[in-house]
């Protein structure tokens, strides 16, 4: 893995950016689609082998998070010292083998222990992709790309809820999970035999953001002690994991919240609840990377700025979702959440990526997403699961309802961390 002795032939085809683009938005979709299918199909995984909220918000979240966070920074130092390809191929062979190993679980150990080793192979998909991608597109182009990029969780979510869904109808919760997981493994040798190893810096403009050639090798505890230090890589990541508190708290419980407590029957779920993740998901993710190229051309404080004013806007109708007394309802309200929660994605990986050097990039990443995956993906859905017993073994007929409301604070905090984020940048740009 650590040198890419493929021959010139298989690869010329990658040397395309949109080429290389694409297979890694393929990826990440295989990513989030594996991630997604235990909320997708909570409730026949509940029935069958008979867990609760708060187990089923363990292993959608702390259990995964786990692996999926810390794992996160020794694959990243090691990509940044090695082939990033290489190490996103295996990757995606690790979590789709054991995707397929969920689908095989027979009891809850079993399927937390599967999960953990999903979150343990998906470690190394992310934070090489963006390193990847920021030296196949230069400054100015970086957002829009990485806004492509960040469809993945939108189109796996919405293919997930289609294909899961409708699958999982006909022929049981296991089969998903083992056909996602083998189209998984065939993936990650075609992403190996096809995507070229960009050079690092390649894209970076001559006043590069560090006299280091590009392709030094960073040392670990100088960049984590960097990334700790720094205000403005902290409050990227900490504006992103309290946003995530609330999209991964109410995405791992979105389809049981559903079917619980709006009626939706599966099929339903299959047809609309996929339409809204793919429009309104999906344009967010488009439409963010596009707003925030052209506010930073102005002003780097649109890195902020644009994630805070998106939250101020899905903030209340995330409040109508909740509290709306049909699915169709719910449904056209969560569309609108959907598009705005989603802007600080774009914005803070972006943001990490220009901020550090060229060799400290997939780890930059990995600690972007360690930082917001432990808060928002680590305790989002574990708060929400234990808090729906919680509320349930209250007396509460609507628990799962209730928890979902309590999401709502996480807004404000997230909210207010970008316009600090907002006020630093604005002090960097007059001190520049």
């Not at 690092?200 to 030094?216: E, F, I, K, L, N």
Request: aromatic content about 12%; some cysteine.
């Amino acid at each position: 893995m650590a040198t890419d002795t493929r021959p010139p032939s298989a690869t010329r085809s990658a040397a395309r950016p949109g080429f290389v683009l694409g297979m890694l938005c393929f990826v990440y979709v295989l990513n989030f689609l594996d991630r997604q299918l235990l909320s997708i199909l909570a409730k026949p995984i509940q029935d069958a082998l008979q867990i609760s909220d708060g187990q089923l918000g363990l292993i959608s979240g702390l259990y995964f998070a786990m692996f999926y966070c810390f794992i996160a920074i020794p694959v990243g130092w090691f990509a940044d010292r090695t082939s990033r390809v290489g190490v996103l191929s295996v990757a995606c062979a690790v979590w789709s083998g054991a995707t397929v190993a969920c689908g095989m679980a027979a009891n809850y150990t079993q399927l937390a222990i599967a999960r953990m080793v999903v979150g343990f192979g998906e470690a190394g998909g992310v934070p090489p992709s963006y390193a990847i991608i920021t030296d196949t597109y230069p400054p100015g182009k970086r957002a829009a790309a990485l806004g492509i990029f960040n469809l993945g969780p939108a189109i796996g979510a919405a293919a997930g809820v289609a294909f899961g869904a409708a699958i999982a109808e006909k022929f049981g919760w296991r089969i998903p999970f083992i056909a996602v997981g083998a189209i998984g493994i065939v993936t990650a040798l075609v992403v190996w035999l096809t995507v070229r190893e960009p050079r690092r810096g390649a894209t970076d403009a001559a006043a590069a953001v560090s006299t280091a050639p590009a392709d030094d090798k960073a040392a670990f505890w100088p960049t984590v002690r960097m990334f700790l230090s720094h205000p403005i890589l902290m409050l990227a990541a900490l504006g992103g994991g309290a946003t995530q508190f609330v999209t991964y708290g109410l995405g791992n419980f979105a389809v049981l919240f559903l079917m619980r407590e709006k009626g939706m029957e599966l099929g339903e779920v299959a047809i609309w609840y996929a339409l809204v993740l793919l429009i309104g998901m999906g344009g967010g993710m488009i439409v963010s990377g596009r707003v925030i190229d052209r506010m930073v051309k102005k002003s780097r404080t649109g890195y902020a700025i644009a994630p805070a004013l998106s939250l101020v806007v899905a903030m209340p109708f995330y409040l109508a979702f909740v509290w709306a007394p049909g699915w169709p309802l719910a449904l056209a309200l969560l569309t609108v959440v959907m598009v705005f929660n989603y802007f600080y994605l774009s914005a803070s990986v972006a943001l990490v990526q220009e901020e550090v050097k060229p060799n400290q990039r997939v780890l930059a990443g990995a600690l972007l997403l360690l930082i917001m995956n432990f808060i928002g993906l680590g305790l989002g859905p574990t708060w929400v699961g234990f808090a729906s017993d919680w509320f349930t073994a209250q007396g509460e007929a609507h628990g799962l309802q209730s928890a979902l409301y309590t999401l709502t604070p996480f807004y404000i905090v997230a909210i207010g961390l970008f316009l600090w984020l907002a006020a630093r940048l604005r002090r960097q740009e007059a001190l520049a």
